[in-house]
């Protein structure tokens, strides 16, 4: 593994990198990233909710070797957290998903790929090797062929799953979006979805094809009419299709692991229940991530470590235990260490890693990764762990509102 050799003094938490993100990212790109739905509470609580928590660390034990790895999709990942799929990385930076897919292939480290990425999605894999890990964030649209491509061409570049997103039947309201009546400067492109594709090559697009603003000029969101369902028509764009109202467990998710199987593992992001969780181990999905969107989607849920204990729980229950991760308002190794304590199995991390790309490309994205790393292994041998699977809650203490502690 390759670290950088020395510290950066002006970043060394992500709370500085953020910052320092926020003087090179314009309004437009900030308030993309880092917006929430309607007031953000529940974007905010994503975060807090780690405070609620602290560290039983034990001593006299001997930590002079720590192994932070984990193995996920066949691949020995050198800690238990990846790098979320998050759209349009070329906002931050020229460079985007490939200076992206460069440092997680430095740091040992699995990569999401979102849909609406402005990469494709060999060109992605081109930049991670063939040998490194990948998973594609698929949004399942109504008409299900354009969804097929996605799957076909993933399978030929080498991804291993599919994380289906199953929290946006609607669209959240996010307000500043709307006011700043987002959408791609011309230079840019969603480049997995092109006129006349096909699996094998992507042609050149016109700006007209790939607007996000919220007029969706040529093309249009489904609708109920009088005698059916009619489905979103025109070009594809985020508001117009990522949406899709008529998702079911028992048609899409056995469809989607005929489409998937057996090259790719078929994993469904966004469960914050254990109803849902039971309904994904009964269908057989080969792993959940407890997700809110990051906070963009259903404003006043569940903070996604709070909705945690009760995923893990009923997975738990079940003979067919699946994998369990968890992503949403991870800003310190103690919060992948906290996470892990209350069950997951592996974390997610998607702003930090934008402000890091938005910061200094590819560097800053390994300076985030870094970061992250270094902190969790600090944790882990400071409370007296050497391995990760033995990182259990009774490492945690929970505090109430009052201030008093209790054993979780």
Known sequence: MSYPKAHDLNCLTIGELEALATQRMDKLTRDYYNEGADSGSTLAENISAYQKYRIRPRVLRDISSIDTSVNIFGHKNSIPLGVAPTAMQCLAHPDGEHATARACKKMDIVMGLSSFSTSTIEEVKESLGTEHPAALQLYLFEEREQSRKMIQRAKKAGYKAVLLTVDTPLLGRRNL???????????LRVANFTLGQNNNQMDSIEEKDVELNTSTAGSGAGHDSSSKRAPPTGSITFHSHAPNPTLTWDRDIEWLKQECYPEMEVWVKGIATAEDALLACQHRVDGIIVSNHGGRQLNGALATLDALPEVVDAVRSQPNRVPVHVDGGIRH????????????????????VLWGLAYKGEEGVELCLKLLSDEFKLCMGLAGVTKVEDIGKEYLVKIDRSGFVSRL
């Open 333 to 352: 190794g103690t919060d992948v260490f906290k996470a892990l304590a209350l069950g997951a199995d592996f974390v997610w991390v998607g702003r930090p």
């Open 177 to 187: 979006e709307i006011r700043n009546q987002f959408k791609l400067p011309k230079h």
